[in-house]
């Protein structure tokens, strides 16, 4: 049914989650894998004497995301998963469009992606991409919800 499953990572336990899910829908329905990792670049700080600066640490950001999407391709070629990677960037803090403007270019017909499953106050200051992305994707959208964790008894 799926033949091209494109599966946003970021190195986090949330994306992990959905990334085992994408790994494992792809073996089964023999789909090609499209791991993708969105550098947000855009940092804005204010420093000591009140001013707005931009910092530049996008190198290192872009580092890591080769990193995970190495990681990500190794992990679905172990599962006898046929993958690729792409790596791009977001200047504006809109990961979500990045993500919904890769779906034409890799001719996706699915998106897997782990999600936070926030509600309430941390929805609204942490906001969601998948959310956005489910709600505005021409093409179906898995959501992974990563397992809460056990909170600690004091």
Not at 33 to 52: A, E, R
Not at 82 to 111: E, F, M
């Amino acid at each position: 049914m799926y033949k091209q499953i494109l599966c946003p990572v970021d190195g986090s336990s949330t994306s992990d989650s959905g990334m085992t899910h994408a790994i494992a829908l792809a073996k089964d329905q023999k789909a090609h894998l499209h791991f993708l990792h969105v550098v947000d670049s855009y940092f804005p700080v204010v420093d000591v004497t009140g001013d707005l600066n931009y910092i530049d640490i996008t190198d290192r950001l872009r580092e890591h995301g080769k990193e995970i999407l190495t990681q990500a391709t190794e992990t679905a070629k172990l599962a006898g998963v046929s993958a690729s990677a792409k790596l791009v960037a977001s200047t504006r803090g809109q990961i979500y469009k990045c993500i919904l403007n890769h779906v034409n270019k890799c001719h996706a017909d699915l998106i897997v992606m782990g999600t936070h499953g926030l509600r309430g106050i941390e929805r609204l200051v942490m906001g969601s991409d998948a959310e956005t992305i489910a709600r505005t994707s021409p093409v179906p959208v898995l959501l992974v919800r990563t397992k809460p964790r056990a909170k600690k008894k004091s």
